[in-house]
C-alpha cells in the first residue's frame, strides 16, 4: 500500500518552544520527494519544506528542519521557536516524478501564548 | 504569478443536481490535480492531468465524477446526480514537470454542501 500515517492528530506548544510532527510513509516508488504543507484555518494549503528522497541530508527552513530516516521511511518536521503563526493543521505528503501523489491526515498544531 | 485559482469558492446545491467546478492553475504549470478534503482529513487524491491528457484517476471516483482539461489550461470537474456524501472541499493544485520536486501549489478551493 502506498500510504502516508501521521500518528498525532493533535499537538500543542507553548510559544518559543520546539516541537516535533510525526510522519511515517509506505512507497514502492524509487523515485519520489517528500513534503511537509501547512494549511491554517480557513486558508490555503501552502508548502513549508521539501525533501529529495534520494538526498541524505536533512532539509532546513529557517525555523523548521526535517529528521529523515530514509530505510525506516520516517520523516519528522521539528518547528523550532514556534510562533502564534504557526497554529495550522500540517500535512505530510510524497509525490513522485510520475505524478503520484498521497496526503497523510494531519495533524492540528495549537501555539499557547 | 497569479498562483491556481477555483471557482466558485462555495457552491449550495440540491441532492440530485449537477454541479461543475473550475480550476485555472498557474500559468506555466503542465500538471494539474484534482483532491478532495473532508472536515479534518487530509486531501484525498481524485485524478491529474499533465497537459490536457488525464493519467491517472482514483479508484474512489464514482462514474459520476468526470474532469476534464480540454487545451492544457483550465481543468473542470463535474459531479452529477449528487448525493449528499459528495459534501467536501474540493482542492486543485498545480505542479511543473522539470521542477525540482514536484512541489504543489494549491488554490483556495471549493466547499460543496449538498442538502
Not at chain 1, 529523515?68 to 502564534?84: E, G, R
Not at chain 2, 479534518?40 to 490536457?52: A, V
Request: aromatic share 12%; with cysteine.
Amino acid at each position: 500500500a502506498q500510504t502516508v500515517t501521521q500518528s498525532q492528530p493533535e499537538m500543542s506548544v507553548q510559544e518559543a518552544e520546539t516541537v516535533t510532527l510525526s510522519c511515517t510513509y509506505d512507497t514502492s516508488e524509487s523515485d519520489y520527494y517528500l513534503f511537509w504543507y501547512k494549511q491554517p484555518p480557513s486558508r490555503q494549503m501552502i508548502l513549508v519544506i521539501r525533501q529529495e528522497a534520494y538526498k541524505q541530508q536533512n532539509a532546513t527552513e529557517n525555523r523548521f528542519s526535517v529528521n529523515f530516516q530514509k530505510a525506516a521511511k520516517s520523516f519528522s518536521l521539528k518547528i523550532s521557536d514556534s510562533q502564534l503563526g504557526d497554529a495550522a493543521m500540517y500535512f505530510c505528503a510524497w509525490h513522485t516524478n510520475a505524478g503520484k501523489s498521497t496526503f497523510g491526515d494531519g495533524t492540528t498544531l495549537t501555539v499557547k501564548p | 504569478d497569479t498562483g491556481v485559482s477555483q471557482d466558485p469558492r462555495h457552491k449550495i446545491t440540491k441532492r440530485g443536481q449537477n454541479v461543475t467546478f473550475r480550476c485555472d492553475p498557474i500559468s506555466e504549470h503542465n500538471r494539474l490535480y484534482w483532491y478532495r478534503q473532508t472536515l479534518g482529513q487530509g486531501p484525498e487524491f481524485l485524478t491529474y492531468f499533465q497537459n490536457e491528457a488525464q493519467l491517472e484517476k482514483s479508484r474512489l471516483l464514482s462514474d459520476r465524477f468526470s474532469a476534464e482539461r480540454p487545451k492544457g489550461s483550465f481543468s473542470t470537474l463535474e459531479i452529477q446526480r449528487t448525493e449528499q456524501g459528495d459534501s467536501a472541499m474540493y482542492l486543485c493544485a498545480s505542479t511543473r514537470t522539470g521542477l525540482s520536486s514536484y512541489e504543489q501549489y494549491f488554490g483556495p478551493g471549493t466547499r460543496l454542501t449538498v442538502t
